[in-house]
């Protein structure tokens, strides 16, 4: 009998297993990043589009905050209602569970970007084919290199005369820092723009200006590159431009490498036209193809893999309510290994309580929905009365944490004073949670215990002093103060430390954490600290 049950828990335990490891593997979560105006709302909308998630354009493109909007935050406070339900939005396409991650294309909120890239297994960037790499898709590429996250590149736009490719694709690899194989090769761009030759399904997409087709309709297959009917399709002249540029691109890129892309060493790289959906198909079905399920994720303590039985996720991003009458918030949680389900009880770590969620929330299709059961790669939305921070871990028990999520290096300062005596408690709420946030960052000066908030755009200030007063009915001051950047200081030789922070008492404060930072005024302050005190680490990125 005992035989028995033990065979039958077993089996029920296998059946769990695989089934939590057929969820894993057919999930796909990921980010388009670009820089501003090089066409990520657009490809994202069009594949949104594909994947019947949306049906109609202009779904997505309502969330971006407009060109001009700097000065303008009642527009970006409208915007950021809208991004809560495109924050993650999840489809189905050939049995593949996708969730697409939005990242705000403002620059001055890039630090929500970088930290949305920690809750990502890959990414794809979108790049101007007339522009080449900028410098928002270099400081993005950069993240990605230190995550080693995999990444594929679209060159968009190529319905408008574009660089050369074979010169984008140097462009790309010098720039940033990653060897491509394109798995595409457009022919010409511009008016003359043909097509593109898809190398991976030895196929060829006659581009039509217009931004329905499906591209099925215009694409013919060629086994062979020779054959005379690719002249009928684009012309003897560009048939045997393409012939040669594919000849060159198999003599000079190796073949593509799956493993090499997933370790974030090889980059495949694609061509087309988003807001002709031209090339979109193609970039789908090779992503669904290639791209990582869940990947394992580090704690402080030891590596979580994604098909453990036992739930651990971690927040990656919080967002305030629109509504001023009800102040909460949702907290969105990845989930890196186990099964999520509605109505358990979950250890909060940082807090050591237990805490369960009666409706979690999904965003599948266009449509949130609260959900019985989540899976390693999905996004969870948690409703959050001002208990969560970003970075904290929700596990079965285990006291985890997981690392790896950035805070960068404020580059904008400023004191922040109460304008309003009488709302002296509501102000300390709502900055403490705005930093929570993520907003921006509070420091605590050593020399006269003055608050400084820390932002990486100055939009934030804007934002900030109107959510207090219009969440939290308090008011603030702004008060000017000179500091070129913050970074955190560490060292194994605190003798050295202490005197460091005794002599530069003036420029030393305390982060949120309580952990030392130096607030320097000037590049060349900060170069001669760096000089002078060798055995000080100074970092530009903390973890929360
Ligand atoms: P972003 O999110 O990266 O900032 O870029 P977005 O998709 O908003 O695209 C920026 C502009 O580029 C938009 O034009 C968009 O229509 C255009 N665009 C995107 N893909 C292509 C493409 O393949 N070819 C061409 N020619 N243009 C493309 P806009 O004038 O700023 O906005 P809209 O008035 O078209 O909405």
């Known amino acids: 009998m005992q035989k028995y049950c033990i065979f039958a828990a077993r089996n029920v335990y ?37 994947g019947g998630a ?7 493109k309502s969330n971006k905050i407009k060109k001009g909007a700097t000065s303008d935050f009642m527009e970006i406070e409208r915007q950021r209602g809208i991004s809560v339900a ?17 990242t705000p294309g403002h620059e001055d909120f890039a630090e929500d970007t970088y930290r949305t890239l920690t809750a990502v297994d890959s990414v794809i960037i979108v790049i101007d084919g007339a522009k080449g790499v900028e410098t928002q898709t270099r400081r993005l590429m950069e993240v990605c290199r230190m995550r080693k996250t995999p990444v594929i590149v679209f060159v968009n736009k190529l319905d408008r005369p574009s660089k050369d490719p074979f010169d984008l694709l140097d462009e790309v690899e010098r720039e940033l820092k990653i060897r491509v194989r394109p798995l595409a090769f457009p022919i010409s761009s511009g008016d003359t723009f043909k097509g593109v030759y898809n190398i991976y399904e030895k196929n060829l997409s006659l581009f039509t200006s217009d931004e329905r087709q499906t591209a099925d309709a215009s694409t013919v297959d060629i086994n062979d590159l020779t054959s005379s009917d690719i002249d009928s399709y684009i012309g003897e002249k560009f048939a045997m431009q393409l012939r040669e540029n594919i000849d060159l691109v198999e003599g000079v890129y190796d073949t593509f490498s799956r493993e090499e892309y997933l370790a974030g060493e090889l980059a495949p790289v694609f061509f087309g036209s988003a807001v002709n959906n031209f090339g979109v198909r193609e970039l789908l079905d090779c992503f669904v193809r290639i791209a990582p399920s869940p990947r394992n994720a580090t704690t402080e303590t030891r590596l979580v893999e994604p098909a453990e039985a036992k739930l651990t996720g971690f927040i990656f991003k919080i967002h305030a309510n629109m509504d001023p009458n009800h102040r909460d918030r949702i907290a969105f949680m990845k ?7 509605r109505n358990k009880n979950y250890l909060h770590v940082r807090s050591g309580k237990q805490l369960k969620f009666s409706s979690p929330t999904a965003f599948m299709a266009e449509k949130k ?37 950035p805070s960068f290096s404020p580059e904008h300062f400023r004191y922040i004073e109460n304008a309003d005596p009488l709302k002296f408690k509501q102000l300390a ?25 820390g932002t990486v755009g100055a939009l934030q200030f804007e934002v900030i002093q109107y959510r207090l007063e219009h969440e939290y009915g308090a008011k603030c001051r702004w008060e000017p103060i000179s500091i070129h950047k913050a970074c955190w200081i560490e060292s194994d ?18 982060d949120k954490h309580g952990r030392d930072v130096f607030l320097a005024d000037t590049s060349y302050a900060l170069a001669l600290a760096q000089e002078n005190f060798k055995d000080i680490r100074f970092k530009f990125t903390s973890e929360v």
Request: glycine letters at 10%; hydrophobic letters at 40%; aromatic letters at 8%.
């Open 335 to 341: 989930i890196c290994s186990g099964r999520f389900e």
């Open 86 to 102: 495109t924050s993650v939005m999840g489809f189905e396409y050939k049995g593949a569970k996708i969730n697409i991650l939005d």
């Open 14 to 50: 296998i059946y769990c297993n695989m089934a939590l490891i057929d969820e894993i593997t057919r999930r796909r979560t990921f980010a388009v990043i670009a820089h501003p105006d090089a066409g990520k709302t657009t490809l994202t909308e069009k594949l949104l589009l594909f």
């Open 369 to 405: 929905s609260i959900i019985d059961e989540a899976f390693p790669g999905d996004i969870v939305g948690l409703h959050d009365t001002g208990t969560f921070m970003i970075g904290d871990t929700f596990t079965e028990g285990e006291k985890l944490k997981f690392t790896g999520i």
């Open 54 to 60: 949306i049906h109609v354009a202009g779904a997505v």
């Open 493 to 510: 030789n605190e003798t050295q430390l202490a005197d460091f922070k005794r002599r530069k008492h003036t420029n030393m404060a305390v």
């Open 429 to 453: 709420k709502g900055i403490d949670q705005l930093m929570d946030e993520g907003v921006a960052q509070l420091f605590t000066s050593s020399l006269n215990g003055r608050k400084i908030i």
